[in-house]
């Protein structure tokens, strides 16, 4: 028997990779992009970093740093507002799962509109969702080369399981920096969050 395996179009590997992120977004053809972290990353200077390196490069970047652990609709849909009117033409998501799962449903509704509850199973998203690249900063949930999206309806508590090639994000980059980073802070998240 056959099995399938659909991975982002680019994979960059390594410590200092995320020093690459503007190149990629431009080889991805953009060049105004949301970041989408979380206020840990921010508190860390991780986002700020990222936005450096990727105006650097000549892309355009603003942040969006909302978003929670479990993602709700209501938690995206400013961003979703965001990228629309400001006319962004890619994502770059900055964090660990419940980030780079916003970020997927972020850049879902941004290319196609709608409501979530309109993408989740059974339909299956197979249309591109815009250009995002994920940069993991945890290691396990894999959601950076993934199909697939949680995103909780809060008027109701359901878990909404969107899924498909479409939400496969176009490129990822794994720097293990980023992870022995968060180790390290690991004892101040706390002070971090209040």
Do not use: W
Request: net charge negative.
């Amino acid at each position: 028997m056959s099995q399938s395996i659909v991975l982002p179009k680019l994979l960059e590997v390594g410590e200092g990779a995320t020093a690459r992120a503007g190149e990629i977004a431009i080889q991805l053809g953009c060049r105004r992009v949301m970041i989408v972290s979380d206020p840990v990353m921010k508190t860390l200077g991780q986002v700020d970093q990222l936005k450096s390196f990727v105006n650097q490069a000549g892309v355009e970047a603003d942040v969006f740093t909302d978003t929670v652990p479990e993602p709700t609709e209501a938690s995206i849909l400013p961003a979703v507002n965001k990228v629309i009117d400001g006319h962004y033409d890619g994502v770059i998501a900055l964090g660990g799962g419940s980030v780079i799962d916003s970020a997927k449903a972020i850049a879902l509704l941004a290319e196609h509109q709608g409501r979530i509850r309109d993408y989740s199973v059974p339909n299956i998203v197979t249309s591109p969702i815009m250009p995002l690249i994920a940069i993991p900063t945890t290691a396990g949930t894999g959601s950076e080369v993934t199909k697939v999206t949680i995103i909780t309806d809060e008027t109701n508590d359901e878990k909404l399981l969107c899924m498909g090639p479409g939400l496969i994000p176009s490129a990822a980059i794994i720097d293990f920096t980023l992870t022995m980073t968060l180790r390290s802070a690991s004892q101040r998240i706390p002070e971090l969050m209040r």
